[in-house]
């Protein structure tokens, strides 16, 4: 006789979420300011990095720049990131 053991895959959330409504997706990343917002979670840098080397092959010109945040990121951290790309994206892994 075999047993399973189920185990529930959702993680637990850490930090307060507060939903936003999502920006309206560029047409072109041509010339536009990308930052990557890391969680500081295994992995997920590297996750980040892969994103990096695509952006670049598919737009020749688009900057990156990764930022270091936390689970939750620091307020002055958002800040900065809103204020110095035209682009954002995050990630989290583990």
Known sequence: ???????????????????????????????????????GTAMGDVALGRIEELLHQRADTVKTKLYRGGLPAPEEILEQVAAESDVVIGATAD
């Open 1 to 39: 006789m075999v047993v399973l053991s189920v185990m529930n895959p959702v993680a637990q959330q850490r930090g307060v979420i507060s939903a936003r409504s999502i920006n309206p997706r560029p047409s072109s990343l041509d010339g536009l300011k990308v930052g990557l917002l890391w969680s």
